[in-house]
């Protein structure tokens, strides 16, 4: 079984700072790793993802994370907060093991605050 | 290029009504997931499906919700004899059949509430 944990369910910080929401994953295959951003009322956006290579993935709107695979962690971080960053982080994880299991599993969220 | 298109928006049904909730994927996109989100939780898996076929609904509750993907038309995700218990966002997401191991694309979700 695969599972995803968001230690935090909401981080603060000031704008122009840097931010990090944390995640740690359990699989027992290689991992496809995903964080989605969540503003009110509307659906998951995509943000960036781990398939293989490089530990340290680049995605949308300058949000950047870190594979590490001895921790299981993949931390999402942004250099410089903005206050339209405000929103709802979700982690997801899914077990590629070559035979597949097409679920995405979701972690709880993270609510995401950015104080101006 | 449409997003992933979910309608209603909005649902409002009494118990004991059916829901019938409706997803359009994205164009060129022939697999389709269903989720559910329950306030302060995470999106819950519920059932993956291909065109005519359901390849994985192990998410879905034994009894009284079903989910068929037609050969012509939108996904239907139909729950009957709804309960109060059912209220939360309803979510699809597609992906192109050469990818499916890779990101989803969201529609913007369907509110159930049951009063």
């Known amino acids: 079984a695969q599972s995803v944990a968001q230690p935090e369910d909401q981080v603060n910080v000031a704008e122009g700072n840097p931010l990090t929401v944390k995640c740690t994953y359990s699989v027992s295959g290689n991992p496809y790793l995903f964080w989605y951003v969540q503003y009110p009322n509307r659906g998951l956006q995509f943000l960036l993802k781990y398939i293989t290579g490089d530990n340290l993935v680049k995605g949308s709107y300058g949000f950047e994370a870190e594979f590490n695979k001895s921790q299981t962690s993949f931390h999402l971080k942004k250099p410089s907060a903005l206050v339209s960053d405000s929103a709802l982080y979700f982690c997801a994880v899914r077990d590629y093991t070559g035979a597949g299991s097409y679920q995405l599993t979701f972690g709880k969220g993270t609510k995401l605050s950015v104080i101006p | 290029n449409a997003g992933v298109m979910q309608n209603p928006r909005h649902l409002v049904r009494r118990r004991g009504q059916e829901a019938r909730l409706r997803c359009s994927p994205m164009k060129g996109h022939s697999h389709v997931y269903w989720y559910r989100q329950l306030p302060e939780e995470g999106l819950k898996f519920m059932v993956y499906?291909?065109?005519?076929?359901?390849?994985?609904e192990s998410g879905m509750p034994k009894e009284r919700f079903s989910a068929e993907f037609p050969k012509e038309g939108p996904s239907i995700l139909r729950i009957q004899q709804v309960v109060r218990g059912d209220s939360a966002a309803y979510f699809c997401?597609?992906?192109?059949?050469?990818?499916?191991?890779?990101?989803?694309?969201f529609g913007s979700g369907t509110q159930l509430s049951v009063l």
């Open positions: 499906l291909q065109k005519e076929n359901i390849i994985d």
């Open positions: 997401a597609s992906s192109p059949p050469d990818r499916v191991r890779e990101k989803l694309f």
